[in-house]
């Protein structure tokens, strides 16, 4: 619980931000306590909240969510081997609930072994920041335009994620993966409809797939 709370303290900043801003930006309560309930997704709904106040037409919104979610397909293709066991009553939310923080928590929870009840960790991560989300975003609604946004918070996400992918460093494919992909990301930031991400992402994948197999090449060649 404690390595949870440490998570849900980053979130609950960003959850009232988006509920703020959202209704700054003149979209109903109700839809935007939905779009909370419904997409689950921080980065994304942050981005349409952006799309919606530029005047973007709805298949441009729905097109660059799509885009930026593609990396839960990275996430669900990682976390795919470790949950083949069980039954689709345990895969369904499971997959629902793998947002960004959830997807790093958990799978550094199967990194240090011992993963028969991991699961169980799982599914307490992605439901305790799926209800920190909504009332986060419920308290940004309720506050409306009184929330002050000036900034400074931009930095809890990103810092939050580094402190969450520090200890997870201690191998060469992460590394390598999380090296590329850091680095495309910034040299790709100007691309529209964050498909810089989706490439950093693609080749960091790629960039620790190759690590990882270098790897077994070399442990194989030793006497």
């Known amino acids: 619980m404690k390595?949870?709370?440490?998570?849900?303290?980053?979130?609950?900043?960003?959850?009232?931000?988006?509920?703020?801003?959202?209704?700054?930006?003149?979209?109903?309560?109700?839809?935007?306590?939905?779009?909370s309930l419904l997409v689950f997704a921080d980065s994304a709904q942050f981005l349409a909240i952006g799309l919606i106040n530029s005047g973007a037409t709805s298949v441009v919104v729905v097109l660059s969510i799509f885009i930026v979610n593609l990396r839960h397909a990275f996430y669900s293709a990682t976390?795919?081997?470790m949950s083949r066991h069980l039954p689709l009553r345990w895969k369904a939310?499971?997959?629902?609930?793998l947002m960004d923080e959830a997807f790093v928590m958990t799978a550094a929870r199967y990194?240090?072994?011992n993963t028969?009840?991991?699961?169980?960790?799982?599914?307490?991560?992605?439901?305790?920041?799926?209800?920190?989300?909504?009332?986060?975003?419920?308290?940004?609604?309720?506050?409306g335009s009184l929330v002050p946004y000036n900034g400074v918070l931009d930095f809890a996400l990103p810092l939050t994620?580094?402190?969450?992918?520090?200890?997870t460093l201690n191998k060469w494919p992460v590394a390598a993966a999380s090296l590329t992909a850091g680095v495309l990301a910034v040299l790709l930031n100007e691309l529209p409809f964050q498909l810089g991400l989706l490439?950093?992402?693609?080749?960091?994948?790629?960039?620790?797939?190759?690590?990882?197999?270098?790897?077994?090449?070399?442990?194989?060649?030793?006497?």
Request: glycine share 10%.
């Open 161 to 167: 994620f580094l402190a969450l992918l520090v200890p």
């Open 116 to 143: 028969q009840a991991a699961h169980w960790f799982m599914l307490g991560t992605g439901l305790s920041l799926y209800v920190t989300w909504q009332l986060g975003t419920f308290a940004g609604i309720i506050a």
């Open 199 to 223: 490439l950093a992402m693609l080749a960091g994948v790629t960039a620790g797939l190759l690590a990882e197999r270098k790897n077994r090449v070399m442990e194989a060649a030793l006497p």
């Open 111 to 113: 990194a240090r072994g």
């Open 93 to 97: 939310p499971l997959a629902w609930l």
């Open 79 to 81: 976390m795919a081997p």
């Open 3 to 35: 390595i949870q709370l440490s998570i849900l303290l980053g979130v609950v900043p960003f959850a009232l931000i988006f509920g703020a801003l959202a209704i700054s930006a003149s979209i109903p309560p109700i839809a935007v306590q939905g779009y």
